[in-house]
């Protein structure tokens, strides 16, 4: 077949010059949730970082969870270098020793001169874990398609008052929490209860009374879009994202954040990463003082250092989740609780989605 | 039941009519899904509905933003880049091993012919998550992981099903006594493949190395548990896209990859008249 | 090759060989030949897939994070008869082994195991590590009792024993929604925890009736394929070829526009006031997506194996029959459907296997209730990193499709396999 010749040449030019450009510059691997959320990180620390030293930062999308990261660590590939993990996740790596221990006392002290350990938010600084942010889970709700005005954590759970269909994160988490909430147990009782057979079930049977109202979420951009295609009128979502399609995009949503559950999102180091001191590097970096208040700019999560409050944008306050307003009735995500009974009530909420 | 027969009654009329009418239905439930996309993704808009304007032909309401968005969008251009790279170089391979196998295979003398054919035919029938669960931890433990290599080296193995395959029933209406004419001749065994067997098989050839190209070019469980950053593929990005938000860039690329698959299938079409002419069975 | 036959009347080759004997070797060397040819791309199968499927499947039986992590507690514990509490010997070698600092990574690896087995030993074990370092002498006992009471019940310590094995069945156990109890014996998971067994039937509930919805949507249309000229036919082949070479994520996406909510159909719904804007049917993300998606993605696989074998039957028989007397009905069922079974087989069994270990769809337009065993295995990989678990899964759906295989390839014969 003569005429196939000069193609297959083509092709195996091609083959190569691919192979040729994919090994190129020194870089490193950052990994965050995508969307709004790695598009603030991008802004805030990856390109002044990339402007001020020269190196590279490929920016990859993940859904959470440490699979990948143990994989890697076992295989003894590490091909991440800095991944933003949520607290359970930073503390249960950190315990199986799939990430690195970091040298805390190198961080640079507050623009106001504290000290970084004074600095940071108690609990922000872990062994393998470096805290970047506080962002929290809260519940929006489409005004044009409302009736009435849900203002607690019980109108989520109150279908009658407040019909349509719900979006919920597909994981235990929160959702458990919340359902002892609006079925009246005490904020600061939740974990106390959850710790008892008797609490799991009284959670899964108030969950129980919205099964069918839900549609079940699992990447944190999603919420706003079943929110915006009309899924779902009412849905759990991360207040950054939600401040993003408010602010931002002028969706007509509007949160509630009664009952929300506060988090930290955490930078850590996989175990044996090729690139351990640029990207250390990055991370003390991205976590200083200016860095901190700058992400607050693009997206609502609030910073982890006491110096960066001040710094933050005046108009950018009253949307942080640790907002007075916002702030009165909240939930800290008990990472301790969720490192022991993740699994087995991850695995009886997946028997409750499947039954 | 091509045409009525005249001595048809009412009833069996009626039958007639009805029938044409089902496998028009299903007709379209085969093909609509895939042309009510082609439209939508020149929306002005960000939505996926038609609007009105759009159903009046309105020039205003049709735009080319979404495809200049995969033009802008360095993501796009790279994951297509990686594709081609994937596609072609897991195509090349597999073709050179499946042809070579499917040569062996049709031989009278094959030892174990079952057997090894089961093997041979495997990647396609164990489900992709299991393949991909397993390729996951094997290929981390070497370091393939996450590299270009590893990822061809699978697609090659899923692919490589299809070019048995079709070769194998190319083969299998090859008249071997052209072998035994070409070497009676005085043509040396290269000789004879290069100017015998390879022009007869190859429309077979070609066809499984486009199953192939097509399998990897579609393949994303692999992917999703084998590729890092670097090796991001289209397919991988689409379910990125659709996981995430579904704005009309993806439906954008998927008028772009249904083109392809025109293209592909063309040829494909092409191939099997004139391997049909060369085997004397004339098509009409 | 010349033959001669000598005196004895044995045939020779020219060279003298007996012919037998030649001709034997003659057939070696066209085996070997052939084998060889075969040769790259079998040892290219068996190397990049075969042997990493075997490696992953060995991960469902094997379980050595506890035996790693605590050998000589271990080996205390064996020596154990299983009531009251174990020998202060077990608790001293757990008490060295937890404060070895260079034992952290395997102490994290075992307490993940175990806290599979029970809730609570993730930090039962992280509390213990970092108190009972600083115990320097015995008894021990008393010091881990007094750091948590857990370690004064005989259940605990019979949980680590029974996880203790280099080799298990508890993850194929579980797999099947049985566990063991701290006794050892196996026993069923209390009902809120069962959901395997559930997602195996529905997976096959589904593959069924996504093979049976193939077989009554392709049946007339590759019946008119097959009878209509062929420059029609060839035409309308392209109406199913075209889907069958699309994307899957092309289709998967098509099927999301048209479906959801505010979609095509939707509107069409409500244009035509079927439905009113309020009560849109939910169409996706639920079983009726998974269903509709994944027939669409299949049938193709169906209708070209009934085409190729209703291609071979000749249209003599039903006009035999019909001037026999047989109504149209009559000599279609009796007489045309039972020379299709051969095609019937081929296309159910093939969708079948291809829709039983399905995952990116029901993955994309399932919801909850559209789950497959397979977006089951795809979390205990990526989520809740409990891998013996997700291979134990893998290996039985592996083995329901190994035996379709084998019956496949009985009654049909995969070199019969043909695309396009």
């Not at chain 1, 991944?83 to 990430?99: F, H, P």
């Not at chain 1, 990472?335 to 039954?355: P, S, V």
């Not at chain 2, 992981?145 to 079709?166: E, K, Y």
Request: hydrophobic share 45%; glycine share 8%.
């Amino acid at each position: 077949m003569k005429t196939f010749k000069p193609l297959s040449v083509a092709l195996v030019g091609l083959f190569a010059v691919g192979f040729a450009s994919s090994a190129s510059a020194e870089a490193i691997t950052v990994v965050s949730w995508g969307g709004a959320y790695t598009k603030s990180q991008i802004n805030a620390y990856h390109k002044p970082w990339e402007a001020k030293t020269g190196n590279k930062v490929n920016s990859e999308d993940y859904n959470g969870g440490l699979a990948e990261v143990r994989a890697q660590v076992e295989a003894g590939n590490v091909t991440w270098d800095a991944v933003d993990v949520e607290l359970s996740d930073a503390i249960r790596g950190c315990d199986e020793g799939i990430l690195e221990p970091l040298p805390l006392d190198e961080l640079p002290a507050g623009a106001d001169g504290s000290k970084a350990a004074d600095d940071f938010i108690g609990g922000t600084l872990t062994e393998c874990a470096v805290g970047e942010i506080v962002w929290s889970t809260v519940f929006a709700f489409d005004k044009t398609k409302m009736k009435k005005t849900p203002t607690s954590i019980k109108d989520l759970f109150d279908t009658k008052n407040f019909p349509g269909k719900r979006g919920l994160r597909k994981t235990p988490r929160v959702n458990l929490e919340w359902a002892l909430m609006a079925d009246g147990v005490a904020t600061a009782d939740v974990y106390k209860v959850l710790s008892t057979p008797e609490g799991v079930n009284r959670a899964f049977a108030k969950l129980d009374t919205i099964k069918g109202e839900v549609i079940w979420w699992e990447a944190g951009a999603q919420p706003p879009q079943m929110l915006a295609d009309g899924e779902v009128v009412i849905s759990s979502a991360y207040n950054g994202r939600l401040f993003n399609a408010i602010m931002v995009e002028k969706k007509p949503f509007d949160i509630v954040w009664d009952g929300q559950v506060w988090d930290i999102d955490l930078w850590v180091v996989p175990k044996g990463s090729k690139n351990f001191k640029t990207t250390w590097d990055f991370i003390k970096f991205s976590t200083d003082t200016q860095r901190l208040a700058d992400q607050a700019k693009f997206i609502s999560y609030g910073p982890v250092r006491k110096s960066s409050f001040p710094k933050v944008q005046k108009k950018m306050q009253p949307h942080m989740p640790t907002a007075p307003v916002n702030f009165k009735n909240p939930l800290q995500n008990d990472y301790e609780f969720w490192a022991d009974n993740g699994d087995e009530l991850t695995e009886r909420f997946n028997a409750w989605l499947a039954g | 039941m091509s045409n009525l027969p005249p001595y048809a009654g009412p009833a069996e009329r009626t039958w007639y009519y009805t029938y044409r009418l089902i496998c028009a239905a299903i007709f379209v439930f085969l093909i609509a899904p895939i042309i009510v996309m082609v439209p939508l993704s020149f929306n002005a808009e960000p939505y996926f509905t038609f609007r009105p304007e759009m159903l009046a032909l309105n020039p205003d309401a049709f735009s080319m933003r979404w495809y200049q968005d995969i033009i802008d969008n360095r993501q796009w251009l790279f994951s297509m880049k990686n594709s081609f790279i994937i596609g072609i170089a897991a195509t090349l391979l597999a073709t050179t091993l499946g042809t070579l196998a499917a040569l062996g295979l049709s031989r009278p003398d094959m030892p174990y012919k079952g057997v090894i054919m089961g093997i041979l035919i495997s990647p396609m029938i164990v489900p992709l998550i299991i393949t991909a669960a397993g390729l996951f931890f094997f290929y981390s433990r070497f370091g393939l992981s996450q590299t270009f290599v590893g990822i061809i080296m699978a697609h090659t193995a899923l692919g490589t099903p299809f070019v048995v395959i079709t070769v194998t029933a190319t083969l299998s209406g090859f008249d071997t006594s052209l072998i035994r004419a070409s070497a009676g001749l005085g043509a040396s065994q290269t000789r004879t493949f290069f100017k015998v067997i390879m022009p007869l098989i190859s429309p077979g050839v070609i066809s499984g190395g486009l199953f192939a190209f097509v399998t990897s070019f579609d393949e994303v469980v692999v992917v999703l548990f084998l590729s890092g950053f670097e090796q991001r593929t289209i397919p991988r990005q689409m379910w990125a896209g659709i996981r995430e938000q579904i704005s009309p860039t993806i439906l954008a690329v998927a008028t772009i990859l249904v083109c392809i698959s025109i293209a592909l299938l063309t040829v494909v079409e092409l191939l099997r008249r004139r391997s049909e002419r060369l085997r004397g069975i004339s098509p009409g | 090759m010349a033959v001669v036959s000598d005196g004895a009347g044995m045939l020779r080759t020219a060279d003298g060989v007996p012919l037998k004997q030649a001709l034997a070797r003659a057939t070696r060397v066209n085996k070997i030949k052939a084998f060889l040819l075969v040769a790259p791309l079998l040892v290219f199968i068996l190397i990049t897939f075969i042997v990493p499927i075997l490696d992953m499947m060995t991960r469902s039986v094997s379980s050595p994070e506890v035996v790693d992590a605590l050998p000589k507690t271990i080996a205390e514990l064996v020596k154990w008869d299983g009531t009251d509490l174990p020998p202060e010997a077990a608790f001293a070698a757990m008490a060295a082994e937890m404060s070895d600092k260079k034992n952290k990574f395997y102490l994290g690896k075992a307490a993940a195991r175990l806290n599979f087995q029970k809730s609570g030993f993730r930090s039962l074990f992280n509390k213990s590590q970092r108190k009972i370092k600083r115990v320097k002498q015995g008894p021990f006992k008393d010091a881990f009792a007094k750091i948590d009471k857990r370690w004064a019940q005989s259940a605990t310590w019979n949980i680590i024993r029974n996880a203790s094995g280099r080799y298990t069945d508890v993850h194929y156990l579980n797999a099947i929604d049985m566990n063991r109890d701290p006794a050892g014996e196996i026993a069923a998971q209390p009902k809120i925890k069962r959901i395997y067994v559930t997602l195996f039937e529905r997976t096959i509930y589904v593959s069924f009736g996504v093979t049976i919805l193939c077989l009554i949507l392709a049946y007339p249309i590759s019946y008119l394929l097959a009878t209509l000229p062929l420059k029609t036919s060839n035409l309308l082949m392209i109406l199913v070829l075209l889907p069958f070479w699309t994307s899957l994520l092309v289709r998967t996406t098509a099927w999301i526009v048209l479906l959801q909510a505010n979609g095509v159909l939707n509107d069409l719904f409500v244009f035509f006031g079927i439905v009113n804007d309020e009560n849109r049917i939910r169409m996706i993300y639920n079983m009726t997506g998974s269903l509709i998606a994944m027939t669409h993605i299949l049938m193709p696989f169906m209708v070209l194996p009934l085409y190729s074998v209703m291609k071979t039957i000749s249209p003599t028989y039903m006009r035999a029959a019909r001037s026999l007397g047989a109504n149209p009905f009559t000599a279609f069922v009796r007489v045309y459907m039972p020379q299709t079974v051969p095609g019937i087989g081929a296309g159910s069994i093939l969708v079948f296997i291809l829709a039983i270990g399905y995952y990116i769809t029901p993955a994309l337009v399932g919801g909850q209730s559209g789950q497959l065993i397979s977006n089951l295995i795809e979390y205990h990989m990526k989520k809740s990193l409990n891998w013996g678990l997700a291979a134990a899964l893998g290996g039985l759906l592996l083995i329901g499709i190994l035996v379709l295989y084998w019956l496949y390839n009985r009654i049909v014969g995969i070199d019969k396999m043909k695309f396009g």
